[in-house]
C-alpha cells in the first residue's frame, strides 16, 4: 500500500470491506462481491427487507441504491449490477442472471409532482429550512426486470415498466412502456427495433 490512502479507505473501494456493516435490513447472498461500501450511502428504506441481494451478485463502481424510506430493492441470483442507479420510492424487484450496465437508472417515481402548483410546494418542502412533511404526494409504480434481461449503457426506465424474460434495451434507451419477453428496444423513447429487422 502506498501511503496515499490507508488500509480501510483502499478495502473500502476494493470489495474488501466488512459487508456485515451494511444495515440489518440490507440482506446479502452467498458469494457476493460489493465492490464499494459508497453505493450503500444513500440507502434509507426502513422496510424489512429494504435490500435484497440474491447470491452471487456482482455490484460494482458507481451503483447506487437511492432507496427512500418506503423503498424495497429485490435482485435475482447471478445479476451483474456494473453502475446501475436504483431511484427506489415503492419497489423495484430484479430478477435472475439480468445484466444492468454502467449509468442506467431505474426509477420507479418522478420524486416530483408534475402539477406546477403542487411541484412549487415541494420545491419549497425540501429547501434547506422547508419543512419535508408538507411534501406533496408523488406517484410511484413498480418496476421489474425479468430473469436473463440485459440493459445497455446509459438506459432509463422508468416507472410501472415491465421488461420481460430475456429482453434486450439498447445504450441510451428511455423505456416508458412495457418490453415484451425476448424483444429489442432501443431510443428514445424506446420502440420495438428487433421486429424491423426480420424478414418475411
Not at 429494504?50 to 432507496?67: A, M, P, Q, S
Request: net charge neutral; hydrophobic share 40%; proline share 6%.
Amino acid at each position: 500500500m502506498s501511503g496515499l490512502i490507508g488500509e480501510n479507505e483502499f478495502k473500502a473501494i476494493t470489495g474488501g470491506w466488512d459487508y456485515a456493516a451494511l444495515p440489518k435490513n440490507v440482506r446479502v447472498g452467498a458469494d457476493c462481491f460489493l465492490e464499494r461500501r459508497d453505493s450503500f450511502k444513500r440507502f434509507r428504506s426502513t422496510r424489512e427487507p429494504g435490500l435484497t441481494l440474491g447470491d452471487r451478485v456482482k455490484v460494482y463502481t458507481w451503483t447506487e441504491f437511492n432507496i427512500e424510506p418506503s423503498g424495497a430493492v429485490e435482485v435475482g441470483d447471478d445479476c451483474t449490477l456494473v453502475g446501475a442507479v436504483f431511484m427506489c420510492a415503492e419497489s423495484i424487484r430484479i430478477g435472475k442472471r439480468v445484466v444492468v450496465s454502467y449509468n442506467v437508472t431505474i426509477a420507479d417515481s418522478d420524486f416530483h409532482p408534475h402539477d406546477p402548483e403542487q411541484r412549487k410546494l415541494d420545491a419549497i418542502a425540501n429547501a434547506p429550512e422547508g419543512d419535508r412533511s408538507q411534501r406533496p404526494p408523488v406517484i410511484a409504480k413498480p418496476v421489474v426486470i425479468e430473469d436473463d434481461a440485459w440493459i445497455g449503457i446509459g438506459a432509463i426506465i422508468l416507472k410501472g415498466v415491465r421488461i420481460g424474460r430475456g429482453a434486450r434495451v439498447g445504450a441510451g434507451a428511455v423505456v416508458t412502456k412495457d418490453v415484451p419477453a425476448g424483444a429489442t428496444f432501443a431510443g428514445n423513447p424506446a420502440r420495438r427495433v428487433d421486429a424491423e429487422n426480420k424478414t418475411p
